[in-house]
């Protein structure tokens, strides 16, 4: 073993949806310099491979097979699956609707986990979003943080990236994956040990950012 390498360097970012995350994981790379993954994208990933392959994303043992085999490749800007270029269809509504399912499928996670992990050995650490980075992937980040917003603002931000749909669909929709996704049995969101809550309905992208900057002295 290398005894010189620095030891990988993990800022975690969890926190539920629209709470400004993958903005101000991107940003928080960006002002450091390090890599950045958007573990949402994986789940995804795997659920638009579901629906693509015609499987019933409440079987689990099929939805755990697909999660085995899928090819992933989630960079900054894209996520390609299999092979293709999925990353509007991602964000869509199918997959949007599918995704709870899928993330709260134990044999997912555990495969899903096991690719993060190897992400951060491979590339040396990084900046990496989610909903379990700080409690399940990498409990001993360097910094881990939970970012909240109140449900009004989270939805109008939401609203904000799909012009046109409706905000009370959205707060609806939003209400809908944070009641699956923190009551969940496997990994549930929850705030981490030793995770720093930051609330960001009032601040500004860059508020935030350097207020995280800060947590790393
Ligand atoms: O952040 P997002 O909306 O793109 O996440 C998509 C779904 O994946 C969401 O329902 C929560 C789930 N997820 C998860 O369970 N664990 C993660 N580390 C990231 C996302």
């Known amino acids: ?36 993954l958007d573990t949402g994208a994986m789940y995804r990933g795997v659920a638009h491979a579901v629906l693509a392959r015609g499987v019933d994303p409440a079987d689990a043992d099929a939805v755990a097979a697909v999660a085995r085999a899928v090819e992933l490749d989630v960079t900054r800007s894209r996520c390609l699956v299999d092979g293709e270029d999925a990353s509007e269809a991602i964000r869509g509504p199918e997959v949007t609707a599918a995704v709870s399912a ?24 990084g900046v990496m979003e989610g909903r379990d980075i700080g409690s399940v992937v990498f409990p001993d980040a360097e910094l881990k ?26 707060a609806a929709e939003i209400r809908r994956r944070d009641a699956a996704d923190s009551s969940r049995a496997a990994s549930p ?22 207020a995280i900057v800060e947590m790393l002295g």
Not at 117 to 125: E, K, N, S, T
Not at 189 to 202: F, K, M
């Open 102 to 125: 899928v993330a709260a499928n134990p044999e997912v996670r555990v495969e899903l986990v096991a690719r993060q992990r190897r992400w951060v050995a491979d590339l040396g650490g």
């Open 1 to 36: 073993m290398d005894e010189g390498a620095a030891p990988p360097r993990v800022i975690a970012i969890d926190g539920p949806a629209g709470s400004g995350k993958s903005t101000v994981a991107r940003a928080v790379a960006d002002r450091l310099d390090l890599e950045y």
């Open 145 to 170: 943080v939970y970012l909240t917003a109140s449900a009004e603002v989270r939805a109008r931000r939401r609203a904000a990236e799909f012009p046109g749909m409706d905000v009370d669909r959205v």
């Open 189 to 210: 969101l929850v705030t981490a040990d030793g995770a720093r809550v930051l609330d960001t309905s009032d601040l500004t992208v860059d508020g935030v950012v350097d």
